[in-house]
């Protein structure tokens, strides 16, 4: 490899000679969404009730008028400074763009959360920040901000009046915060009514939960550090929904019954504000209960509908409603993302969209004329597009052009929207639209970010799986790429549910380290296998009960591909992932091993028991339930057959994978005199990140540098 190395300097001398500079490392790995990102609005919002944009250009809020542009205008960090310290605050570095309504905005100074009208420059409200609280959320009124400090939640009023919701001191009891790990489309744990009157929030009782070691070595002694992590069979937590009422200072708590292990989520509110409905997930996860309950006591009141699936259900998004009287919903129930009218006695009223591509998410509900926008992947699994459907009559309207990605901000009268646009070839396009898909103005063209840089940009490969499915790749070439060359190539591999690594888009998905590292001599290759998000319920469910195998048995079409390429060097092939891609890691070079000379895997799941309950048990079921499966996919298993060189990297701190997953692993390389190298990233939880990650892309290369 370092004859080809060699080689590989003395092209790039002689293409720097010509005025193309070469990335370094720390530009590769931290630059890419910074020093290079493709020009844009920054900061790009709609101010609410208005037909007015902002973003911010250097050190100004730029406000954009649509209809009318004698009426644009700027807000400075200087006013805002200004107003500051008027108010005996520190000034800002960097201007704010947080609108909270048509004319105001919150953001972060000293130690309040402050509320600026942006029209007199004035400061109507603040919020004190107590030391070390989190998950601040604010009431639609503005009247109220819930925070939680410890185990407990609290309320702050705009007069400072501080509100103690709960006071539990038994270690394990936990409220306000996320629950069921972040699972089911979960990432917090306050929900405030549509009014600010009530906040329902999450109770969570851990106590019974196995708690994991880990050691906090920045002590003088290094000190334990115990976490709740349920893994696959054992005990898992127990949850409850809680209410608050702000007028009457009193709490009910919703009667979501028994089993007490189960999932509640998809919380939203009536927009009356007499009901929460919520989605009850069986343990098992093939069975969910779309329920409705009581603001005023608790009390269940009705099962709206149901859904079930022989391998899993699993709902992500909150029902929205039209009216106080129906709402919409997403669903996989005929095998595709979709959009279904419910009314809340629940009479399924239609199903909206249809089709086999999936809605990717519901982007504006114009209730008053009946029409929603979502993007979806009609044209291509490998796009996104922005429609319009009409409720009454199912007329569509498809609102974006030009084969990609785009992502679409819709104005609060629906009037208009900002469409971002990239593909493979295009850094970013931004145009205003009318709703019917007319351009009104171009507001950004911007050109490659690399420009002047040698850097080369990845192409997108169709392929096709032994079973006739289309599966999409990326491959990434050197700049001086020379066909009559033997290169080896390195797939840059995750293959989990809830990812998608491919897509037109610019870069087509990959890091910048990867265009790096392939500028070094190497091919970078990414396959998307079955078990991959966006493409239906049969293609990503294939993989139940048994993980890593239809994953391989795809992997390997990829490499297949590979080594039909006259410029591959088939004899060299390697393979790096994290987490999900750690194992699939693993995988290839254990249970495919004459395949790959050389495999990093970082953080990786090794035995499938050691993972956690949400995750584990809705792909594998529980490891009494599904014996064979578990042992299939237990890497232990197949130590023996390693041919290649490997570096296992874990972190020991991580939250995700616990380390025990790895290390019982190199235990069983240990017992079976199989040599492995092992790098722990200490203090880091999950992957590397910051300007440790510099050290670890590097560590990544090297070792294909010098095994490979």
């Not at 103005?441 to 997108?460: E, I």
């Not at 990959?510 to 290759?525: D, K, P, Q, S, T």
Request: charged share 20%; with cysteine; net charge negative.
């Amino acid at each position: 490899m370092k004859r080809f190395i060699s080689f590989f300097l003395i092209i790039s001398s002689f293409s720097t000679a010509l005025g193309q500079k070469e990335l370094t490392l720390e530009q590769a790995v931290q630059q890419q969404y910074t020093e290079f990102r493709p020009k844009t609005l920054t900061g790009f919002s709609w101010l609410p009730g208005k037909t007015e944009y902002s973003y911010v250009s250097n050190d100004s809020l730029v406000i954009v008028n649509v209809t009318n542009s004698k009426m644009n205008r700027a807000l400075t960090l200087s006013d805002i400074n200004d107003a500051l310290k008027a108010n005996n605050f520190q000034p800002l570095k960097r201007i704010p763009w947080g609108w909270v309504d048509g004319k105001h905005i919150r953001f972060k100074a000293d130690k309040y959360f402050v509320l600026f009208n942006t029209e007199d420059k004035a400061i109507p409200s603040k919020f004190l920040i107590a030391d070390n609280s989190q998950n601040h959320e604010f009431s639609p009124d503005g009247q109220w901000m819930s925070f939680t400090l410890g185990q407990n939640i609290f309320l702050m009023s705009t007069q400072g009046e501080s509100v103690a919701l709960t006071n539990d001191s038994l270690d394990g009891l936990v409220n306000g915060q996320s629950v069921h790990r972040n699972e089911f489309g979960i990432n917090k744990g306050t929900f405030w009514s549509p009014t600010g009157r009530y906040l329902a929030y999450y109770h969570m009782d851990e106590s019974m939960v196995s708690q994991y070691p880990l050691v906090d070595i920045s002590k003088r002694v290094g000190e334990l550090v115990s976490i709740r992590y349920p893994m696959a069979g054992m005990r898992s937590h127990e949850v409850t929904v809680r209410v608050y009422d702000t007028q009457t200072r009193t709490t009910v708590e919703l009667k979501t019954g028994e089993p007490r292990e189960q999932y509640l989520t998809n919380l939203a509110w009536s927009p009356d504000e007499s009901s929460i409905f919520l989605a009850i997930l069986n343990r098992e996860q093939n069975h969910m209960k779309m329920n409705c309950y009581s603001v005023s006591n608790g009390d269940f009141v009705k099962t709206l509908f149901e859904e079930r699936n022989d391998k899993y259900v699993e709902p992500l998004n909150s029902p929205q409603f039209i009216s106080n009287d129906t709402f919409v919903w997403q669903s996989r129930a005929d095998g595709w993302n979709h959009i279904y009218l419910y009314s809340t006695d629940g009479k399924l009223i239609k199903q909206l969209t249809k089709g086999e591509w999936e809605v990717t998410s519901i982007d504006a509900i114009d209730a008053s004329n009946g029409i929603i926008y979502y993007a979806a992947t009609t044209e291509s699994p490998l796009e996104r597009h922005l429609y319009s459907i009409n409720i009454k009559n199912g007329a569509t309207l498809h609102l974006t052009s030009g084969s990609g990605t785009h992502r679409s901000v819709v104005s609060p009268d629906f009037k208009y929207f900002v469409d971002f646009y990239t593909s493979i070839d295009i850094p970013n396009r931004v145009g205003l639209f009318t709703t019917k898909g007319k351009l009104v103005k171009q507001l950004v063209d911007a050109p490659n970010p690399y420009n002047g840089y040698n850097v080369s940009l990845p192409r997108l490969i169709t392929l096709t799986a032994k079973d006739g499915t289309t599966l999409y790749g990326r491959m990434i070439k050197p700049t001086n790429f020379d066909s009559t060359q033997k290169y080896p190539a390195v797939i840059y591999v995750y293959g989990g549910p809830h990812s998608q690594l491919v897509i037109n888009s610019w870069m087509g998905g990959a890091r910048l380290w990867e265009c790096y590292m392939a500028n070094m001599g190497y091919i970078l290759f990414t396959l998307d296998n079955r078990g991959t998000s966006n493409r239906g319920a049969e293609f990503e469910q294939v993989i139940h009960r048994q993980l890593g195998t239809v994953e391989l048995n795809d992997q390997l079409v990829g490499v297949e591909y590979l080594k039909s390429l006259s410029y591959v060097d088939s004899a060299r092939l390697g393979v790096h992932g994290w987490s999900f891609g750690g194992f699939m890691t693993l995988t290839m070079m254990l249970r495919a091993s004459e395949q790959f000379r050389v495999g990093v895997a970082g953080g990786p799941v090794t035995d499938w028991k050691f993972y956690e309950v949400m995750y584990g048990e809705r792909y594998m079921d529980t490891p009494d339930e599904n014996p064979d499966g578990y042992s299939n996919a237990d890497l232990k298993n197949y130590v023996a057959n390693l041919k290649g060189k490997v570096l296992i990297i874990h972190d020991d701190m991580d939250r995700t994978v616990v380390p025990q997953n790895s290390l019982t692993l190199i235990h069983e390389f240990i017992k079976s005199g199989v040599q492995v190298d092992f790098f722990m990233y200490p203090q880091h939880d999950h992957n590397v990140m910051g300007k440790d990650r510099v050290h670890l892309i590097d560590k990544i290369i090297r070792y294909f540098d010098d095994n490979l």
